[in-house]
Protein backbone atom coordinates (compact mmCIF):
# COMPACT_ATOMS: atom_id res chain seq x y z
CA UNK A 1 0.00 0.00 0.00
CA UNK A 2 1.23 3.78 -1.04
CA UNK A 3 0.76 5.07 2.39
CA UNK A 4 -0.51 4.61 6.02
CA UNK A 5 -4.12 4.00 7.42
CA UNK A 6 -5.40 5.89 10.03
CA UNK A 7 -8.44 4.92 12.00
CA UNK A 8 -10.39 6.84 14.50
CA UNK A 9 -12.19 5.47 17.59
CA UNK A 10 -9.89 2.03 16.79
CA UNK A 11 -10.08 0.47 20.68
CA UNK A 12 -13.15 -1.21 19.82
CA UNK A 13 -16.56 -2.21 18.16
CA UNK A 14 -16.29 -1.25 14.38
CA UNK A 15 -13.29 0.99 14.56
CA UNK A 16 -11.26 -2.08 15.85
CA UNK A 17 -12.50 -4.66 13.50
CA UNK A 18 -11.71 -2.04 10.97
CA UNK A 19 -8.12 -1.57 12.23
CA UNK A 20 -7.62 -5.20 11.97
CA UNK A 21 -9.17 -5.72 8.96
CA UNK A 22 -7.17 -2.82 6.90
CA UNK A 23 -4.35 -4.53 8.37
CA UNK A 24 -5.27 -7.97 6.87
CA UNK A 25 -5.18 -5.73 3.60
CA UNK A 26 -1.99 -4.69 4.05
CA UNK A 27 -1.87 -1.23 5.23
CA UNK A 28 -0.07 0.34 7.59
CA UNK A 29 -2.44 1.04 10.16
CA UNK A 30 -2.35 4.09 13.39
CA UNK A 31 -4.60 3.65 15.69
CA UNK A 32 -6.42 6.03 17.69
CA UNK A 33 -8.49 6.26 20.78
CA UNK A 34 -8.02 7.35 24.21
CA UNK A 35 -7.57 3.94 25.80
CA UNK A 36 -4.28 3.43 25.34
CA UNK A 37 -4.36 -0.20 27.24
CA UNK A 38 -6.96 -1.78 24.27
CA UNK A 39 -4.69 0.19 21.70
CA UNK A 40 -1.80 -1.63 23.31
CA UNK A 41 -4.00 -5.23 22.82
CA UNK A 42 -5.10 -4.23 19.42
CA UNK A 43 -1.46 -3.86 18.29
CA UNK A 44 -0.57 -7.35 19.49
CA UNK A 45 -3.95 -9.18 17.76
CA UNK A 46 -2.94 -7.04 14.26
CA UNK A 47 -1.38 -8.60 11.36
CA UNK A 48 1.43 -7.32 9.54
CA UNK A 49 4.09 -4.88 11.19
CA UNK A 50 4.40 -1.19 11.00
CA UNK A 51 1.32 -0.67 12.89
CA UNK A 52 1.69 2.35 15.49
CA UNK A 53 -0.96 3.51 18.41
CA UNK A 54 -1.62 7.48 19.16
CA UNK A 55 -3.30 7.80 22.44
CA UNK A 56 -5.81 11.02 21.77
CA UNK A 57 -9.03 12.32 23.23
CA UNK A 58 -10.67 13.99 19.92
CA UNK A 59 -13.32 15.61 21.88
CA UNK A 60 -10.15 17.81 23.13
CA UNK A 61 -7.92 20.49 20.72
CA UNK A 62 -4.73 19.03 21.66
CA UNK A 63 -6.14 15.45 20.73
CA UNK A 64 -7.19 16.31 17.46
CA UNK A 65 -3.91 18.41 17.03
CA UNK A 66 -2.14 15.18 17.10
CA UNK A 67 -4.03 13.50 14.71
CA UNK A 68 -3.58 16.29 12.52
CA UNK A 69 -0.04 16.44 13.42
CA UNK A 70 -0.29 12.42 12.37
CA UNK A 71 -1.37 12.78 9.18
CA UNK A 72 1.02 15.45 7.86
CA UNK A 73 3.64 14.05 9.06
CA UNK A 74 3.04 10.42 7.36
CA UNK A 75 1.71 9.58 3.40
CA UNK A 76 -1.15 8.96 4.92
CA UNK A 77 -3.05 7.10 2.26
CA UNK A 78 -6.65 6.83 4.23
CA UNK A 79 -8.31 8.62 6.83
CA UNK A 80 -10.94 6.71 8.96
CA UNK A 81 -12.84 9.06 10.70
CA UNK A 82 -14.88 6.23 13.23
CA UNK A 83 -14.64 7.85 16.59
CA UNK A 84 -18.25 9.02 18.11
CA UNK A 85 -20.64 8.94 20.88
CA UNK A 86 -24.11 8.88 21.19
CA UNK A 87 -27.00 10.13 23.83
CA UNK A 88 -30.40 8.14 24.41
CA UNK A 89 -32.99 11.01 25.91
CA UNK A 90 -35.10 13.67 25.91
CA UNK A 91 -32.98 16.61 24.32
CA UNK A 92 -33.22 18.77 27.86
CA UNK A 93 -33.04 15.93 30.05
CA UNK A 94 -29.50 14.81 28.66
CA UNK A 95 -26.83 17.56 29.85
CA UNK A 96 -25.68 20.25 27.55
CA UNK A 97 -22.15 19.89 28.40
CA UNK A 98 -22.48 16.21 27.20
CA UNK A 99 -24.27 17.27 24.05
CA UNK A 100 -21.55 19.91 22.95
CA UNK A 101 -18.99 17.58 23.41
CA UNK A 102 -20.78 14.91 21.17
CA UNK A 103 -20.59 18.02 18.25
CA UNK A 104 -16.53 18.54 19.38
CA UNK A 105 -15.82 14.82 18.57
CA UNK A 106 -18.86 13.89 16.48
CA UNK A 107 -18.75 17.07 14.22
CA UNK A 108 -15.39 19.29 14.69
CA UNK A 109 -13.19 16.56 14.68
CA UNK A 110 -13.93 15.08 11.15
CA UNK A 111 -14.17 18.12 9.73
CA UNK A 112 -10.98 18.98 10.76
CA UNK A 113 -9.20 15.53 9.86
CA UNK A 114 -11.30 15.20 6.73
CA UNK A 115 -9.85 19.07 5.90
CA UNK A 116 -6.23 17.96 6.75
CA UNK A 117 -6.40 14.45 4.88
CA UNK A 118 -7.93 16.17 2.00
CA UNK A 119 -4.91 18.91 1.75
CA UNK A 120 -2.24 15.83 1.38
CA UNK A 121 -4.40 13.33 -0.63
CA UNK A 122 -3.60 12.15 -3.99
CA UNK A 123 -5.39 9.91 -6.78
CA UNK A 124 -6.47 6.01 -5.57
CA UNK A 125 -6.20 7.63 -1.48
CA UNK A 126 -9.55 7.69 0.53
CA UNK A 127 -11.60 9.38 3.15
CA UNK A 128 -14.59 7.11 5.04
CA UNK A 129 -16.97 8.50 7.11
CA UNK A 130 -18.35 6.21 10.14
CA UNK A 131 -21.98 7.64 9.71
CA UNK A 132 -25.20 5.30 10.45
CA UNK A 133 -28.37 4.59 9.40
CA UNK A 134 -29.68 7.19 12.01
CA UNK A 135 -28.72 9.55 9.20
CA UNK A 136 -31.77 9.11 7.14
CA UNK A 137 -33.32 7.78 9.85
CA UNK A 138 -33.58 10.58 12.85
CA UNK A 139 -34.56 9.21 16.21
CA UNK A 140 -36.23 11.33 18.08
CA UNK A 141 -34.76 10.27 21.69
CA UNK A 142 -31.55 11.14 20.35
CA UNK A 143 -31.80 14.37 18.36
CA UNK A 144 -28.51 15.37 18.53
CA UNK A 145 -26.59 12.65 17.59
CA UNK A 146 -29.09 12.13 14.71
CA UNK A 147 -27.80 15.07 13.70
CA UNK A 148 -24.21 14.86 14.16
CA UNK A 149 -24.79 11.88 11.84
CA UNK A 150 -27.10 13.30 8.90
CA UNK A 151 -24.40 15.89 9.04
CA UNK A 152 -21.37 13.54 8.31
CA UNK A 153 -23.45 12.16 5.82
CA UNK A 154 -24.18 15.57 3.68
CA UNK A 155 -20.69 16.06 4.48
CA UNK A 156 -19.03 13.12 2.58
CA UNK A 157 -22.04 13.28 0.12
CA UNK A 158 -20.29 16.97 -1.21
CA UNK A 159 -16.70 15.86 -0.78
CA UNK A 160 -17.71 12.65 -2.71
CA UNK A 161 -18.49 14.69 -5.54
CA UNK A 162 -15.72 17.87 -5.20
CA UNK A 163 -13.20 14.54 -4.29
CA UNK A 164 -14.01 12.19 -7.72
CA UNK A 165 -12.49 14.51 -10.26
CA UNK A 166 -9.33 13.90 -8.38
CA UNK A 167 -9.32 10.29 -8.29
CA UNK A 168 -9.92 10.51 -4.70
CA UNK A 169 -12.43 8.24 -2.75
CA UNK A 170 -14.97 9.47 0.12
CA UNK A 171 -17.93 7.83 1.26
CA UNK A 172 -20.19 7.38 4.24
CA UNK A 173 -20.75 4.04 5.62
CA UNK A 174 -24.16 3.44 7.81
CA UNK A 175 -24.06 0.74 10.03
CA UNK A 176 -27.30 0.28 11.76
CA UNK A 177 -27.36 -2.08 15.07
CA UNK A 178 -24.00 -3.79 15.31
CA UNK A 179 -22.88 -5.91 18.37
CA UNK A 180 -21.05 -3.21 20.27
CA UNK A 181 -21.29 -1.69 23.88
CA UNK A 182 -22.29 1.82 21.64
CA UNK A 183 -26.04 1.85 22.26
CA UNK A 184 -25.58 0.58 26.23
CA UNK A 185 -23.24 3.19 27.09
CA UNK A 186 -25.45 6.10 24.69
CA UNK A 187 -28.04 5.36 28.11
CA UNK A 188 -29.95 2.86 25.91
CA UNK A 189 -31.55 -0.33 27.96
CA UNK A 190 -29.14 -3.48 27.47
CA UNK A 191 -32.25 -5.79 27.90
CA UNK A 192 -33.85 -3.86 24.57
CA UNK A 193 -31.26 -5.17 21.87
CA UNK A 194 -32.29 -5.34 18.04
CA UNK A 195 -33.39 -8.80 17.26
CA UNK A 196 -29.87 -10.99 16.01
CA UNK A 197 -32.03 -10.67 12.65
CA UNK A 198 -31.26 -7.28 12.22
CA UNK A 199 -27.70 -6.90 13.86
CA UNK A 200 -24.64 -7.17 12.70
CA UNK A 201 -21.11 -7.86 13.98
CA UNK A 202 -18.69 -5.16 13.55
CA UNK A 203 -16.17 -7.64 11.36
CA UNK A 204 -19.43 -8.00 9.24
CA UNK A 205 -19.27 -3.92 9.09
CA UNK A 206 -16.11 -3.97 8.03
CA UNK A 207 -15.79 -6.34 5.58
CA UNK A 208 -18.54 -4.21 3.66
CA UNK A 209 -16.61 -0.91 4.07
CA UNK A 210 -13.42 -2.63 2.72
CA UNK A 211 -15.38 -4.21 -0.06
CA UNK A 212 -16.82 -0.56 -0.98
CA UNK A 213 -13.18 0.49 -1.05
CA UNK A 214 -12.14 -1.50 -3.83
CA UNK A 215 -15.04 -1.06 -5.70
CA UNK A 216 -16.86 2.31 -7.54
CA UNK A 217 -18.99 3.29 -4.26
CA UNK A 218 -20.17 6.59 -3.21
CA UNK A 219 -20.93 8.76 -1.78
CA UNK A 220 -23.25 6.35 1.00
CA UNK A 221 -22.40 2.57 1.64
CA UNK A 222 -25.50 1.19 4.00
CA UNK A 223 -24.61 -1.70 5.37
CA UNK A 224 -26.65 -4.98 5.95
CA UNK A 225 -29.48 -6.11 3.87
CA UNK A 226 -31.93 -5.22 6.34
CA UNK A 227 -30.59 -1.76 6.96
CA UNK A 228 -30.52 -1.10 3.25
CA UNK A 229 -34.33 -2.18 3.63
CA UNK A 230 -35.03 0.10 5.73
CA UNK A 231 -33.17 2.78 4.29
CA UNK A 232 -35.08 2.77 1.01
CA UNK A 233 -38.11 2.69 2.70
CA UNK A 234 -37.67 5.56 5.10
CA UNK A 235 -36.64 7.56 1.71
CA UNK A 236 -39.99 6.86 -0.08
CA UNK A 237 -42.08 8.04 3.64
CA UNK A 238 -43.18 11.48 4.66
CA UNK A 239 -41.46 13.21 6.79
CA UNK A 240 -44.00 13.43 9.41
CA UNK A 241 -44.84 9.39 9.10
CA UNK A 242 -41.16 8.60 9.16
CA UNK A 243 -40.87 10.96 12.31
CA UNK A 244 -44.03 9.22 14.40
CA UNK A 245 -42.81 6.02 13.04
CA UNK A 246 -39.73 6.15 14.20
CA UNK A 247 -40.68 7.35 17.34
CA UNK A 248 -43.34 4.60 18.07
CA UNK A 249 -40.88 1.66 17.22
CA UNK A 250 -38.04 3.23 19.78
CA UNK A 251 -40.67 2.71 22.80
Known amino acids: MNGRAIVTGASEGIGRALAQALARAGYPVTVVARNRERLESLLGEMAGDDHRLLQA ?75 SVVAFMPQPNQPVYSATKAFITTLSETLWQNAKQKGIKVFAVHPGSTDTEFAVRAGRDPNRRRPQSVRQLPEEVAAETLRALEGPWGPNVVTGLPNRISCAIARLLPRKLLLALVSWLAR
Open 57 to 131: DLATEAGVAAVVAAIEQDRCALLVNNAAFGAVGEFVEVPLDKQVQMLRLNVEAPVVLAHAFLRQAVRDDALINVS
